[in-house]
């Protein structure tokens, strides 16, 4: 998919400016950033932050989402619907092993690695220097923090954020809608839904 014109990203915080950057090396550009918290003048890595939707966005290109919350960025894409920019944004100095299949919405940031027959599923974060071994498997809407490991035919559910610096071994399934803390090593099935820590990881109680 081409962009119409520009591109206008949504939501000003941290990544943004990781964001910003990702389309710089794609060659592609941001006109303005939309959040409601905006400060008049302010501005991240040169780009304008405005606090009013744009309305034609026909006019003005897609949108591209800097949203790290796996929930809010799903309910900001329902919210724009067919306006998102849906190819994925890959740094070029992301590795791509052969048959890799990546969705839509998806954004594969500097020193990742996606490896052979790896399937990733839509509007997933891959961060920095994160990596996705051979046969995984990651549902939509899933957030890998950077440095994060994902071993050989390992399956991460919908929903799901794996932490800076977490393992999941090879093989281990993860089930939808679960958190792994930083640092983390999970060597185990995980089949129910919540926060896991620790080496190996265990369910934070509530």
């Given at each position: 998919m081409n962009p119409k014109k520009t591109l206008t990203v949504i939501g000003a915080g941290g990544h943004a400016r990781a964001l910003i950057a990702l389309l710089s090396s794609c060659n592609?550009?941001?006109?303005?950033?939309?959040?409601?918290?905006?400060?008049?003048?302010?501005?991240?890595?040169?780009?304008p932050v405005v606090n009013a939707?744009?309305?034609?966005?026909?006019a003005h290109g897609f949108y591209v989402l800097a949203i790290g919350s796996n929930t809010a960025r799903k309910r900001a894409l329902r919210h724009y619907k067919g306006e998102v920019y849906a190819?994925?944004?890959?740094?070029?100095s992301a590795i791509l092993a052969m048959s890799p299949h990546i969705g839509r919405f998806c954004q594969i940031f500097a020193g990742a690695y996606i490896g052979p027959q790896a399937q990733i599923g839509d509007n997933v974060i891959l961060n920095t220097y994160a990596i996705v071994e051979h046969e995984v498997s990651i549902g939509d809407d899933c957030h890998i923090a950077v440095g994060a490991k994902i071993l050989?035919?390992?399956?991460?559910?919908?929903?799901?954020?794996?932490?800076a610096g977490a393992v999941i071994k090879d093989g281990v399934s993860v089930c939808d809608d679960v958190t792994i803390g930083a640092n983390s090593f999970v060597n185990e099935k995980i089949d129910k839904?919540?926060?896991y820590v620790g080496s190996p990881a265990r369910q934070m109680k509530k």
């Open positions: 592609l550009t941001a006109s303005k950033v939309i959040d409601a918290s905006a400060q008049l003048g302010e501005n991240i890595l040169g780009v939707e744009v309305q034609d966005s026909a190819a994925p944004l890959i740094h070029p050989g035919r390992a399956k991460v559910g919908h929903r799901c954020f794996i932490g839904p919540g926060t």
